[in-house]
């Protein structure tokens, strides 16, 4: 099945500054890659997605970026703020099956 | 208001006590899923469903039981719940299958379930 390796697991970053968390994936069938975004003690909540035909996708201070060829896709996160601390999920869906398979997770925080 | 409503939001049992954490959508979402989410593991999936009576083994499915009688409704069970299972547990729906526009996830507000 599909495995989804998630870096790194813990990231601070001052406030302004970008963030990049990085994905691999295993199965090149893959076809969809969405991001969550968990606050402490909330559920898990979309914030990006891309699908394998697009190779970059943008709004507003985040974007995504897939590289089919290497298997792996990142969140970037421009400019910070506070607000932005939480826990990050990649997350692939192998085509054929409706199994969305999940990285284990990035803490970020935000330094003020 | 569109929402997933799981309960309960925190419960504590003991080993081998049969139990049952509810979980509704009122947004007449066909795809419907658990995950339990556990320190350094991340989300895992359990079950899923893709409409009623139509249900399928994620990536941890041992120890746990589903059923999908009703579109709305995708009760998780525990036949006899093991401290292993400790955990913080999401039930999520979709409008339908991934791969398509309507591919986003709702989740509910988590069960925090306790065996001791």
Redesign the interface.
């Known amino acids: 099945?599909e495995n989804v390796e998630?870096h790194p697991?813990t990231l601070s970053v001052q406030e302004g500054d970008s963030a990049v968390i990085k994905c691999t994936y295993s199965d090149s069938a893959s076809?969809?890659f969405?991001w969550?975004k968990q606050e402490l003690g909330?559920?898990?909540?979309?914030i990006i997605?891309i699908?394998s035909n697009v190779g970059e996708k943008k709004d507003q201070r985040i974007a995504v970026t897939l590289n089919k060829t290497a298997k792996h896709f990142s969140l970037h996160i421009t400019e910070t703020q506070p607000e932005d601390s939480a826990v990050y999920?990649c997350?692939a869906?192998l085509?054929g099956n409706?199994?969305?398979?999940?990285?284990?997770?990035t803490r970020l925080t935000i330094i003020p | 208001e569109a929402q997933v409503t799981q309960n309960p939001r925190y419960l504590i049992t003991v080993t081998g006590k049969k139990l049952t954490v509810t979980c509704s959508q009122n947004m007449n979402h066909e795809y419907m899923s658990w995950y339990r989410q556990d320190p350094g593991l991340g989300l895992r999936q359990i079950y899923y469903s893709m409409n009623v009576e139509v249900t399928d083994k994620g990536d941890v499915p041992e120890g746990y039981k589903v059923s999908r009688k009703e579109k709305r409704n995708f009760p998780l069970i525990l036949e006899s719940p093991s401290p292993n299972q400790t955990s913080l547990y999401f039930c999520a729906s979709s409008l339908f299958s991934f791969g398509t526009d309507n591919e986003k996830l709702f989740f509910g507000s988590g069960t925090q379930l306790s065996v001791l």
């Open positions: 099945g998630q697991s076809n969809y969405p969550y909330k559920r898990p909540q979309l997605d699908r999920f997350a869906k085509v409706e199994k969305l398979t999940f990285g284990t997770g």
